[in-house]
């Protein structure tokens, strides 16, 4: 079963930093294309960011862009999502994705992490 793994969540301060990671145990990640979701209280799940297989290509939700950035490292088998200059409106749970290739990441059809709390304090 693919079963992404989450970490890397905390609270921190607007404009502060922080950076999640993503594993799948027991799976190799460089055969599937990754992604990040976020979903606050009451909220719909709203997508962060995704990485295609290759890594060539990468994507941002538009409140993310030019903030956040996702990478992979296969030889560590583990995504990664850096998120700067974080507002309070980044306060969410935060879902890492993987799926057989972006479109299905993106479409929310691929297999879901438990989550990682990110509080962000004015």
């Known amino acids: 079963q693919v079963q992404p793994v989450e970490s890397g969540g905390g609270w921190v301060q607007a404009g502060g930093s922080l950076r999640l990671s993503c594993a799948v145990p027991?799976?190799?990640?460089?055969?599937?294309?990754m992604g990040w979701f976020r979903q606050a209280p009451g909220e719909e799940r709203d997508f962060v960011a995704a990485?295609?297989?290759?890594?060539?290509?990468?994507h941002y939700g538009v409140s993310v862009k030019g903030r956040f950035t996702i990478a992979r490292d296969n030889t560590k088998n583990t995504v990664y999502l850096q998120m700067n200059s974080l507002k309070p409106e980044d306060t969410a749970v935060y879902y890492c994705?993987?799926?057989?290739?972006?479109?299905?990441?993106?479409?929310?059809?691929?297999?879901w992490g438990q989550g990682t709390q990110v509080t962000v304090s004015s």
């Open positions: 990485i295609s297989v290759s890594g060539d290509s990468r």
């Open positions: 027991e799976h190799t990640i460089e055969t599937y294309a």
């Open positions: 994705a993987a799926g057989r290739n972006i479109a299905i990441v993106t479409s929310k059809q691929g297999y």
